[in-house]
């Protein structure tokens, strides 16, 4: 409990006036002894113990009834702010997740999980603790923190807006502790604002268990979660998938790949407007909705002919998520989905390059090539969508490794195989161990169907992964996203925990017959170095698509320009969603994919992710309009009453009984 009038606090020993009051007046009485007094003294002493307890819950009533009077004038504040009952913390930080997730609204208002949070959060902090307290923000886009002069400030600066970002929960814990060592906060309340999505906490990382080590070290260290886990109702979300421009004799056209996802179990049909918007002429289409996805693909759009480059998005109507409902696009003339294998092992490469060099889709142009170590310094890096790197990991210190980190920030691809003579080199936090051989060949026991290189088909058919044969793995190190596991837990394939809109992989055998049966097989090594390479391509040509994030646009974002009367700072650019452009290169960024996924992190799991640490979770709803902290007067005016009324019963005359008339 806090207080918007403390310094009145100062005035409760007035509480203690009743007790003064009556001491005063025993002192002021006189005794008179007369000569009845004896029986009156020997009739007193009768009743002496139930006059004595009536006469201190008396006093005890008084003394209830004026604090209590005190305690409304002092106006006390109650609820999710019951931590700060042990005084006014030195710094207050503030965590905010800014993901596309939280722009959840209510359809009533219009108001954001976000914005809802921000506001009940400010206005707290505002009654509670003004300007006594540092207060630091860090929020999710771009992990810096800022300090701002009052709590109201939270609703007026710009990197507290909305975003079409994910967001990263371990690492805005990591910058609060990295704040808090830096600058010796002291006694400290970090307050985290999120919806709790499994995705941007990622409660599976081992990075949990060192966050919960260096916290538990710090002194006066307490956190509050105010949460908004309501999941979405009947929402719709539209992805496209792929963008052709395909030109024939007599026509040129776009075609769509395109999919709209609702909960899994809703099976209602549902006839649904989709809006196509290429180079601002528009028109719609309707489709009937059936199941839980609705797949498009191949839908054509009419262009003209002279129409080489443009841009365009698909709509949904509006729905409670407005950042899941549209998905913008670019495209241009098609370039060519190169990939370099680096390797110094011929038998190991000619699988693999050709496998990359076979069509996936007959209107692209595949090239593959093969280079030793000793020239891979010759990529040719602007072109390559794809880089196979069948060699020792560089050191951190070698500049190949800056120019693979460059390929990746560009959001091109990058798997690694095992060398056969490997080093303990880490590349994105992951590197080789020691290779395993097994006497007989290994399955692969679990793999990831919804996602990854590994996932379903679009039309949900399940790659055989199950029948590939493993001879040979190569143990993997470090923390990293397991995509399939061998018998035994052993990782095969590992997607590193990278920066940028690039991917790495790590996997763990070889296409050889010594290693493995996918060289043979051939279905799921074509599969997924072919979505490897797509991936990849998407930071080829003059029109590139990419999810919103900081490093989005590169190290300068204010040399693109936004398409459309949407005006945005230069510094969130990279944030929002839209289409940019800069000289004759188009970048369509969209919120990643992730975001689209529903799952709530359960209460338990939290309660375990804060475990040992003086935490209080907090979930609200954004139809909620009450305050997180709420005056709770009226409480101890009512208290008081009682109290006169206790009093008030206490001191009536007792009955007096009639004598009977004889």
């Not at 190991?348 to 692209?364: F, I, N, R, V």
């Not at 602007?382 to 990746?408: C, F, G, R, S, Y």
Request: aromatic letters at 4%; hydrophobic letters at 45%.
């Amino acid at each position: 409990m806090t207080f918007l009038v403390p310094a009145l606090l100062f005035a409760l020993p007035l509480a203690a006036l009743p007790v003064v009051i009556h001491l005063i007046h025993l002192y002021r009485r006189r005794q008179v002894k007369w000569a009845a007094m004896m029986f009156l003294l020997a009739a007193q002493r009768m009743n002496k113990g139930l006059s004595r307890l009536r006469q201190i819950l008396i006093l005890a009533f008084r003394v209830l009834a004026v604090l209590a009077i005190l305690l409304v004038i002092t106006r006390p504040l109650a609820g999710g702010l019951l931590g700060l009952t042990g005084g006014v913390p030195d710094t207050i930080i503030v965590l905010l997740d800014r993901s596309a997730s939280m722009e959840q609204q209510n359809l009533v208002t219009g108001t954001s999980k976000r914005a809802a949070g921000l506001s009940k959060l400010s206005q707290a902090l505002r009654d509670t603790v003004g300007t006594r307290s540092k207060l630091v923000l860090i929020e999710s886009a771009q992990l810096q923190p800022l300090l701002l002069e009052k709590p109201e400030s939270l609703l007026d600066v710009p990197i507290t807006g909305p975003t079409d970002t994910s967001a990263d929960i371990p690492a805005l814990l990591q910058g609060a502790l990295d704040y808090i060592t830096t600058n010796q906060t002291g006694r400290t309340d970090v307050w985290l604002l999120s919806d709790v999505r499994q995705t941007d906490w990622d409660a599976d990382s081992g990075r949990w268990q060192a966050l919960r080590s260096a916290f538990s070290t710090l002194p006066g260290l307490r956190f509050h979660l105010l949460n908004y886990p309501q999941p979405i109702r009947q929402n719709l979300a539209v992805t496209v998938e792929r963008v052709v421009r395909r030109e024939s004799a007599g026509k040129a056209e776009l075609l769509l790949d395109l999919r709209v996802s609702r909960d899994a179990t809703d099976r209602t049909p549902l006839e649904l407007p989709l809006r196509f918007v290429v180079n601002d002429v528009s028109s719609t289409l309707k489709v009937e909705m059936k199941d839980s996805q609705l797949v498009l693909q191949g839908h054509p759009i009419p262009l003209d002919k002279t129409t080489k480059q443009g841009s365009g998005r698909v709509e949904l109507p509006a729905d409670a998520s407005p950042a899941d409902n549209v998905f913008h696009f670019a495209f241009a003339e098609p370039p060519v989905l190169k990939s370099v294998i680096v390797s110094d092992d011929a038998e190991e490469a000619g699988p693999l390059q050709a496998a990359l060099s076979a069509p996936a889709d007959p209107s692209q142009k595949y090239e593959a090539e093969i280079l030793p170590i000793t020239r891979a310094a010759e990529i040719k890096w602007n072109e390559t969508a794809l880089i196979l790197w069948h060699a020792p990991v560089p050191k951190p210190e070698d500049l190949m490794t800056q120019q693979l980190q460059n390929h990746l920030a560009e959001g091109r691809s990058l798997i690694f195989l095992p060398p056969e003579q490997p080093t303990d080199s880490a590349f994105a936090g992951l590197s080789w161990g020691v290779w395993n051989r097994e006497a007989t060949a290994q399955p692969i026991e679990w793999w990831r169907s919804d996602s990854g290189l590994l996932s379903n088909t679009r039309s949900g058919t399940a790659l055989p992964v199950g029948e590939a044969e493993i001879v040979r793995q190569c143990a993997i190190v470090g923390d990293g996203v397991p995509l399939a596991r061998l018998t035994g837990n052993a990782t095969l394939l590992m997607r590193a925990n990278t920066t940028g809109d690039g991917s790495a992989w790590f996997l763990g055998t070889l296409p050889g017959s010594g290693a493995s049966s996918l060289a043979r097989d051939g279905v799921v090594m074509f599969a997924l170095l072919h979505r490897a390479l797509n991936e990849g391509a998407q930071g080829l040509g003059k029109a590139q698509q990419r999810e919103a994030s900081r490093s989005a646009l590169g190290t300068d974002p204010t040399l693109w320009k936004r398409r459309g009367s949407e005006s945005v700072l230069s510094s969130e650019q990279a944030l929002r969603a839209g289409v940019l452009e800069t000289g004759d290169r188009q970048v369509a960024l969209n919120r990643p994919l992730s975001e689209d996924r529903p799952e709530i992190l359960g209460r338990r799991v939290i309660e375990e992710l804060f475990a040992g640490l003086d935490h209080h979770i907090i979930e609200d709803d954004v139809q909620n309009e009450s305050s997180l902290a709420s005056e709770v007067w009226r409480t101890f005016l009512m208290l008081m009453a009682l109290a006169l009324l206790g009093e008030a019963l206490l001191c009536l005359p007792g009955r007096r009984e009639l004598a009977p008339v004889g």
